[in-house]
C-alpha cells in the first residue's frame, strides 16, 4: 500500500508537535532538590544547610545575637567545618512533600525561641530591613510561616544550582509569590560582622553561598 506524500508529512507534524509539548511539560516542572546522599529533599524531613566547600569554607547555619545584641536572633554560619549547625524545615508555598529547585520556600530552624532567655519569636528565616550603617540586608528570623503574599514576601527563599556538582546549591532571595509586587532579587552570601559570619544579601559581583543539603531524619523504610 502507497503512502501519499501528505499523510506521510501529517504523520511527522502530529509527531514533532507530540514531542514538543511533551518537552516543555518537563521543563516547565523544577528539577526537585537533592541532598548529599543524592535523594530528593522532603518538605517532611529535616536538613543541615551546610558549606558546600570544606575547610576554610566553614560549617553550617545557625542563629546568633542580632546585631542589636540579642532580638532578633540572626542567621549565621558557624566557623568550623565540624559543626553542622542547627537543623531546619523547608516548605514549600504550595505545600508539596517533594521540594524542588527554584520554588519559594519558607526555611524554618527547628528550634523553640521562646521562654525568659530567648527572643519570642519564630525561627523562620526573613530578610531585615535595611541596615543603613552597614550598608547591608541581613537575615534575620521572626517570619511568618505560609501565606505566600505581599504581606510575606521578605519570608521566602529559594535554592538554585550552582558550580558543576550535583547537589551544590546557592541561597537565593527573589520571591515569586506577588508577581506584581516590587521586591529584592539577590543571592544570599555571607558577611563579617563583629567576627561572626552573618547571611545577607549580596550584589552580583559578590560571592553566594555555596551550600548542600545534610539530611539530619532518618528515612522511614518499608518493610
Request: net charge negative.
Given at each position: 500500500?502507497?503512502?501519499?506524500?501528505?499523510?506521510?508529512?501529517?504523520f511527522?507534524?502530529?509527531a514533532l508537535?507530540?514531542?514538543?509539548?511533551?518537552v516543555?511539560?518537563?521543563s516547565?516542572?523544577?528539577?526537585p532538590?537533592?541532598?548529599?546522599?543524592?535523594n530528593?529533599?522532603e518538605?517532611?524531613?529535616?536538613?543541615?544547610?551546610?558549606s558546600?566547600i570544606?575547610g576554610?569554607?566553614?560549617?553550617?547555619v545557625?542563629?546568633?545575637g542580632?546585631?542589636n545584641?540579642?532580638?532578633p536572633?540572626?542567621?549565621?554560619?558557624l566557623?568550623s567545618?565540624m559543626q553542622?549547625?542547627i537543623?531546619?524545615?523547608?516548605s514549600?508555598?504550595?505545600?508539596?512533600t517533594?521540594?524542588?529547585?527554584s520554588?519559594?520556600?519558607n526555611l524554618?530552624?527547628?528550634?523553640?525561641?521562646?521562654?525568659?532567655?530567648?527572643?519570642n519569636e519564630?525561627?523562620?528565616?526573613?530578610?531585615?530591613?535595611?541596615?543603613a550603617?552597614s550598608?547591608?540586608?541581613?537575615?534575620?528570623?521572626?517570619?511568618?510561616?505560609?501565606?505566600?503574599g505581599?504581606?510575606?514576601l521578605?519570608n521566602?527563599?529559594k535554592?538554585e544550582k550552582i558550580?558543576?556538582?550535583?547537589g551544590?546549591?546557592?541561597?537565593?532571595?527573589?520571591?515569586?509569590?506577588c508577581e506584581s509586587?516590587?521586591?529584592?532579587?539577590?543571592?544570599?552570601?555571607r558577611?563579617?560582622?563583629d567576627?561572626?559570619r552573618r547571611?545577607?544579601?549580596?550584589?552580583?559581583d559578590e560571592?553566594?553561598f555555596?551550600v548542600?543539603?545534610i539530611?539530619?531524619?532518618?528515612?522511614s523504610?518499608?518493610?
Amino acid at each position: 500500500m502507497k503512502i501519499s506524500l501528505a499523510t506521510t508529512l501529517s504523520f511527522l507534524i502530529l509527531a514533532l508537535g507530540s514531542n514538543s509539548l511533551l518537552v516543555l511539560g518537563t521543563s516547565s516542572v523544577p528539577e526537585p532538590l537533592l541532598d548529599v546522599n543524592g535523594n530528593k529533599v522532603e518538605s517532611t524531613l529535616q536538613y543541615y544547610i551546610v558549606s558546600a566547600i570544606w575547610g576554610a569554607g566553614g560549617g553550617g547555619v545557625s542563629l546568633h545575637g542580632g546585631r542589636n545584641g540579642y532580638c532578633p536572633l540572626d542567621v549565621i554560619q558557624l566557623p568550623s567545618d565540624m559543626q553542622n549547625g542547627i537543623k531546619l524545615t523547608l516548605s514549600p508555598y504550595n505545600n508539596s512533600t517533594i521540594v524542588r529547585e527554584s520554588t519559594d520556600l519558607n526555611l524554618r530552624f527547628s528550634v523553640l525561641l521562646s521562654g525568659r532567655d530567648c527572643c519570642n519569636e519564630q525561627p523562620l528565616w526573613k530578610v531585615d530591613n535595611y541596615d543603613a550603617a552597614s550598608g547591608k540586608w541581613f537575615i534575620t528570623t521572626g517570619g511568618l510561616d505560609g501565606h505566600p503574599g505581599a504581606e510575606t514576601l521578605l519570608n521566602w527563599f529559594k535554592l538554585e544550582k550552582i558550580g558543576n556538582f550535583p547537589g551544590t546549591y546557592k541561597i537565593v532571595h527573589c520571591p515569586s509569590v506577588c508577581e506584581s509586587c516590587v521586591k529584592l532579587c539577590n543571592n544570599v552570601g555571607r558577611s563579617f560582622e563583629d567576627g561572626v559570619r552573618r547571611l545577607v544579601l549580596v550584589r552580583d559581583d559578590e560571592p553566594a553561598f555555596p551550600v548542600v543539603l545534610i539530611p539530619a531524619t532518618e528515612r522511614s523504610t518499608s518493610v
